[in-house]
């Protein structure tokens, strides 16, 4: 019995909410919009369930299922359909974005519910998900990047939300435009894919590289194809160096940083390389810039996230972060891990971007931490929902990214993949620099757990330390019920979630990798072929030797992130008085980390002045100076002349003779000139 599992569903629900909000949405009542807004995400993700209960029982030659919907671009030989595509891969990525899309999509029904546009939001924010749907479910190049600009486009209109507030105005632009270089990389990859496999088809394009042999002496064909894509990548899940669009989109209200900004979009660079792990599998030198830059982005926006004050500024820095350890996955081979990682880290860091939204509601639009404190009695179940989530991230075991980290660090120390470029040497820099970030990131998330949540409420003003009036300003009250009940759910993941990959080093089976090993395994393979031919298998104590060591590099995780925790209840618990006069110490430094490295002030003044300054350039001396000077200059002679060849319409006909006179006078005396002649 053949099985169509209708997938053209799962995008076109979430269209049709964003189609009719976008146009009805006016005259609708917010009861409506919500409902709209809400219930076809909501249908969406039914039916993504559905579609994963089928997609269990398909036969094992029928997966990859693709699913053709209609024609598209045929030029001679090269054909793009629009098709979608289901495997391992694309399921896992299905079920984060419309399960954590729709508890987002709820929570938003209440933190909007006192803001303008409230039917726009949800156009917006349904459009989103279609977008992000397609982008996933594509069996093309081509179409993941209609998705890929879509979510791009999705993203400007919810960063720049509040539009007539010009932070946010300029927010969206930023965002838009950095994209739009990583974009360049993207397209120029798919311009090779065509020149060279005349063809942009998932299916077709494995089916030849797998023909390739892995470019251990050298850059080739496929190491430029896989650069040029990571490019696109780095833009989109905001590396190095274009990061700089993600922690300014926190002008966006915060569901749109949760969903956009935490669970899905920045995630979309991740998918896009370990969707092409055949191509990167076959370039050790792609990986390795993968990798370094990956594991750079992480402990670069850790030690900015040690200094920032605003909590939603934290938490950015914190994704970029987080974003560079999925990089660093997929760099070293680990791609399952670094899958692992997106789907926990959806869970954790969507929860912790909603409670935030969850205390921002409660002081009344207040995000400077140093004017927060005491607020776990006030607001209680947004304080244990955040704190499962702070304790998700920081790695502390049994939660979530307990596991998903610690597959990635024990990954970046193991792996061969990297051996042919750089030895051994880079896997254990990668590893202790990952390592290091993990303990950053335990240290900054905690600090914004003791400053939010313990100590005096501070409300009101604040000096540059945090010291702050003990009068509040505010009078801090707890969520309304439609945005505690996403927090619950997503607290629940965040503590159970890492459960489908507890590694064999723990007595677990890893069944995430399982999972996912019929689309990654094949490359894995091939990233080993040549590399290991030969070898002996391992014996049984040598196994022995591989789990030990997978346990005391777990131990050390697990270290740092209790490290990472004493020092920030030494700083912002019991001596409180210490990041003062550890900030007078620093001086300088520490100022240009707050300052973000200058960065900004750096991209500034290379890129973005002199483009206007040219663009003034061109608008003020050539194009007023030169082209609409001599337009207009054109448009007043023909004007003066027009002016005067009027008046000799005067409508006298003694007028008119008398011109014909003259006019037949000089002819006669050019023609007596003539003949003269």
Not at 9 to 19: D, K, R
Not at 602 to 631: E, K, M
Not at 636 to 648: F, G, K, W, Y
Request: with cysteine; net charge neutral.
């Amino acid at each position: 019995m053949t099985t169509n599992l209708h997938l053209w569903l799962i995008p076109l629900l979430p269209l049709a909410g964003a189609a009719l909000n976008g146009l009805l949405g006016r005259g609708l009542s917010k009861r409506a919009v919500a409902i709209i807004g809400v219930g076809f995400p909501g249908a969406a993700f039914a039916w993504a369930l559905v579609v994963a209960s089928r997609f269990v029982a398909l036969p094992f030659e029928r997966i990859p299922y693709t699913e053709y919907i209609l024609p598209w671009i045929a030029a001679g030989s090269f054909q793009a359909n629009i098709a979608f595509y289901l495997d391992q891969l694309s399921l896992v990525m299905l079920l984060v974005v419309t399960g954590v899309g729709l508890l987002i999509h709820v929570y938003s029904v209440g933190y909007m519910e006192h803001e303008g546009g409230y039917y726009r939001f949800f156009a917006y924010l349904n459009l989103f998900m279609f977008f992000m749907l397609m982008l996933i479910l594509a069996d093309n190049y081509l179409l993941m990047f209609v998705g890929w600009e879509g979510v791009g486009l999705a993203s400007y209109l919810l960063i720049g939300f509040f539009f007539l507030k010009q932070s946010a105005a300029n927010a969206g632009k930023k965002a838009f435009i950095v994209n739009r270089v990583g974009d360049f990389g993207f397209l120029l990859g798919m311009f090779l894919l065509i020149r060279h496999f005349d063809s942009l088809n998932f299916a077709d394009v494995f089916k030849a590289v797998s023909h390739y042999p892995v470019e251990t002496a050298g850059a080739g064909l496929l190491t430029a194809i896989s650069l040029l894509l990571m490019v696109g990548a780095t833009g989109k899940s905001a590396q190095l160096p274009l990061y700089v669009w993600l922690p300014d989109a926190m002008e966006g209200p915060t569901p749109v940083s949760a969903l956009i900004h935490a669970a899905t979009m920045v995630t979309a660079g991740i998918y896009m390389i370990a969707r092409s792990n055949p191509l990167f599998s076959r370039s050790p030198i792609a990986l390795t810039v993968v990798a370094v830059i990956g594991c750079l982005t992480a402990i670069f926006a850790a030690t900015i996230g040690m200094t920032q004050t605003d909590i939603k500024r934290v938490l950015a820095y914190s994704t970029i972060s987080q974003l560079g350890y999925m990089f660093m996955a997929c760099g070293v081979a680990a791609y399952s891990a670094g899958i692992f990682h997106l789907m926990t880290h959806a869970f954790f860091k969507a929860l912790l971007f909603l409670c935030a939204g969850s205390v921002i509601h409660a002081l009344s639009g207040e995000q400077d931490m140093r004017r927060m404190g005491g607020l776990r009695k006030q607001i209680p179940w947004t304080f244990w929902t955040m704190t499962a989530g702070t304790f998700a991230i920081a790695g502390f075991p049994p939660l979530a990214g307990f596991f998903s980290k610690d597959e990635i660090l024990w990954k970046a120390w193991s792996t061969t993949a990297l051996r042919s470029v750089a030895g051994p040497a880079l896997n254990y820099t990668l590893w202790t620099l990952a390592l290091l970030t993990a303990g950053l990131t335990s240290f900054y998330m905690f600090r914004l757990w003791f400053l939010t949540f313990f100590g005096e409420f501070r409300g009101g003003s604040a000096d540059a330390h945090g010291h702050g009036d003990a009068h509040a300003s505010h009078s801090p009250h707890e969520s309304p019920g439609i945005m505690l009940g996403p927090l619950v759910l997503l607290a629940i993941l965040s503590v159970f979630g890492g459960w489908a990959g507890v590694p064999h080093a723990l007595g677990g089976s890893n069944r995430f990798d399982q999972f996912l090993a019929p689309v990654i395994q094949s490359s894995s393979e091939a990233m080993s072929a040549g590399q290991r031919a030969g070898e002996p298998q391992p014996e049984a104590a040598e196994e022995h030797a591989e789990r030990n060591a997978e346990l005391a590099l777990t131990a050390a995780s697990v270290g740092v992130a209790a490290i990472g925790f004493g020092f920030a209840w030494l700083f912002y618990f019991k001596r409180r008085d210490l990041p003062a006069r550890v900030t007078a110490v620093l001086g300088g430094i520490y100022d240009t980390v707050r300052d973000k490295y200058y960065v900004d002030e750096l991209y500034h003044a290379l890129f973005v002045r002199p483009i206007v300054g040219i663009s003034n350039f061109f608008w003020r001396d050539i194009d007023v100076g030169v082209i609409d000077a001599t337009v207009n200059g054109a448009a007043h002679a023909s004007q003066d002349v027009s002016d005067s060849l009027r008046r000799m319409q005067s409508g006298n006909i003694r007028s008119y003779a008398g011109w014909i006179a003259t006019g037949a006078a000089l002819v006669i005396v050019y023609m007596i000139w003539l003949g003269a002649r």
